[in-house]
């Protein structure tokens, strides 16, 4: 039952990040695995972070989204939590997945202003409405989760509604994220430079983040500082452009990706290439005999997307969505393409992948529990 849980943990950890482009709302990890009215059960508990996580895949109605979570430093050490749950905190708080902060303040209000983000929390926030006006204004960007029948669901602070809402980057958070920043604390896991931490630091578990997945700076008197050393942070240079694709199958966003012009991405059934999307677990038998392993390539070229099919049955260009037979235009192996507005790849009939702001899910769909790997026992809900 360990493995199980740890099995658990680990689809857990593919939903936090702290990716500008990825993250689709921002929580306080410690209030959500203390919130016991979720599931009755131990004062404290990791699982209840996968629980949150897909209730807002079912508000979003989406696949595999990804939170961005803030934490106060003393969850690292809270007995509440088991050793084993301590532990992967600490790996997350260690590859910059979560922000672990000494002093986190009103840090998640902050990302999430930045970021354009929905907040994920039981806190209403009455101080910070002045600064923060969205918190009054746009309704479904601050919600409460709260228990519901199948698991968590969400409540708005304002206004009462269920879906969370995005917003836009702020104007400080669009010339934030132009940039690439350094920390000068060595090892540094939000802004190091690669390298640090002693020559035998962890070389196995360096993880290579690219400057596009940076999270925003803290503003301090309006100057860009590291939100967990406090230091201020020199700039270094343009950040990559990039572009946030999603791969739709059977009407369901399955997964998002960003694309930067650092480095090619190759989608299909099991790319062979760093980096590749597998598609693989979501495609029916028919679909898998067509797609090839690696199947089609994006490219970011001065801004725009270049699609190169490198199949061997060929792929469609579906331009503005149009799901017309007669529209379907053609990709030949081997033949490019610049993926023009609202235009997606089709691989395959029904699996799709364009840009993430143009592929709205089609048909009404269950997204697959993070939890999926969850033992019934260590799951089973309290019967009130
Ligand atoms: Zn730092």
């Given at each position: 039952m360990r493995f199980e849980i740890s099995k658990v943990l680990d689809a857990i950890e593919g939903r936090v990040c702290t990716d500008p482009s990825l993250a689709r709302a921002v929580l306080d990890l410690a209030e959500v695995i203390r919130y016991q009215d979720i599931d009755g059960g131990r004062p404290a508990s990791l699982l209840r972070l996968g629980m949150v996580i897909d209730a807002l895949s079912r508000e979003l109605e989406e696949d595999s989204v990804q939170v961005y979570a803030v934490v106060h430093r003393a969850l690292l050490s809270d007995?509440?939590?088991?050793s084993n749950e301590r532990m992967v905190v600490r790996r997350w708080a260690d590859d910059g997945l979560v922000e672990v902060l000494d002093n986190p303040g009103d840090r998640m209000l902050e990302v999430a202003d930045l970021l354009g983000l929905p907040v994920l929390s039981r806190v209403r926030f009455d101080g910070l409405r002045g600064r923060f006006p969205w918190l009054v204004e746009q309704p479904g960007r601050l919600l409460a989760p709260v228990p519901g029948a199948g698991g968590p669901a969400f409540i708005a602070h304002v206004g009462g509604g269920n879906a969370p809402v995005a917003g836009t980057r702020s104007q400080a958070g669009a010339k934030l994220l132009a940039r690439q920043w350094r920390c000068p604390e060595s090892g540094c896991a939000l802004f190091g430079g690669g390298g640090g931490g002693g020559a035998f630091a962890d070389l196995a578990r360096v993880v290579e983040r690219s400057p596009a997945a940076q999270p925003p700076p803290a503003l301090r008197n309006g100057v860009p500082t590291c939100?967990?050393?406090g230091t201020r942070l020199n700039d270094a240079g343009p950040r990559p452009r990039s572009e946030v694709l999603a791969v739709r199958v059977g009407g369901l966003v399955r997964r998002r990706f960003v694309l930067t012009d650092e480095r090619p991405v190759v989608a299909g059934r099991a790319p062979e290439q760093d980096g590749g999307i597998m598609l693989g677990q979501w495609l029916n038998d028919e679909a898998r005999r067509w797609i090839s392993r690696g199947h089609i390539r994006f490219e970011l070229r001065v801004g725009e997307v270049v699609v190169t099919d490198v199949s061997t049955n060929g792929s469609g260009i579906r331009p503005s969505g149009s799901m017309a037979e007669s529209d379907r235009i053609a990709l030949a192996p081997q033949q490019s393409r610049v993926l023009g507005e609202g235009d997606m790849v089709e691989l395959y009939p029904g699996v799709q992948i364009g840009r993430a702001e143009e592929l709205p899910a089609g048909a009404p769909f269950t997204p697959t529990s993070v939890?999926?790997?969850?033992p019934t026992m260590a799951m089973r809900l309290p019967r009130p």
């Open positions: 007995a509440d939590l088991t939100p967990r050393h939890m999926a790997e969850a």
